[in-house]
């Protein structure tokens, strides 16, 4: 088995302060930024950053579906961490300032892959397909804090 490693990222025309509150607003932002392969969002604790606990269903693709339920903690200004219960997927979302009014915003997944022949599938393809999902969702990010 080998760590599997996903990661996106995106320039966000707002101030990093502005974009990492959007991040942190489970109840609010997060659910509006998510594409169709996120099913089932529910916030069960929390809602605003650290102590919040949230449940969805990745539809990776028609066949692959993770049911995920995530602790989130804040080990850092500006970085927001899903540990999920049900498996070692692990994803950080990290907002740094890129100017006064810009902001890179990177999400990046980590977990532990199968071995063998579908393992060197899984590590070639599913990083693809998560950047392509988590692309969708940090342009929902970019337009939900330029609404504010």
């Keep these: 088995m080998a760590t599997v490693t996903a990661t996106t990222t995106r320039r966000v ?3 990093a302060e502005r974009v990492a509150e959007a991040v942190a607003d489970y109840r609010g932002t997060r ?3 998510l594409p169709s392969q996120f099913t089932g969002y529910e916030v069960l604790e929390g809602g605003t950053g650290a102590g919040t ?3 969805w269903q990745l539809h990776a693709t028609k066949k692959r ?3 995920v339920l995530a602790d989130v903690t804040a080990p850092e200004p500006g970085t927001f961490v899903e540990d999920d219960r049900n498996s070692s997927l692990v994803t950080t979302w ?3 300032p890129a ?3 810009a902001s890179d915003v990177t999400v990046t997944t980590t ?3 199968a071995g063998g022949v579908g393992g060197f599938f899984e590590r070639t393809f599913a ?3 998560l950047d392509r999902i988590y692309g969708q969702v940090l342009d929902g990010l970019a337009r939900e804090v330029a609404g504010r």
């Design 65 to 67: 579906v993770r049911s």
């Design 94 to 96: 990290r907002v740094r």
């Design 127 to 129: 990083p693809r397909g």
């Design 31 to 33: 659910p509006r930024t």
């Design 13 to 15: 025309e707002a101030p």
């Design 53 to 55: 606990v949230v449940r």
């Design 111 to 113: 977990w532990q892959g």
């Design 99 to 101: 100017g006064p009014a």
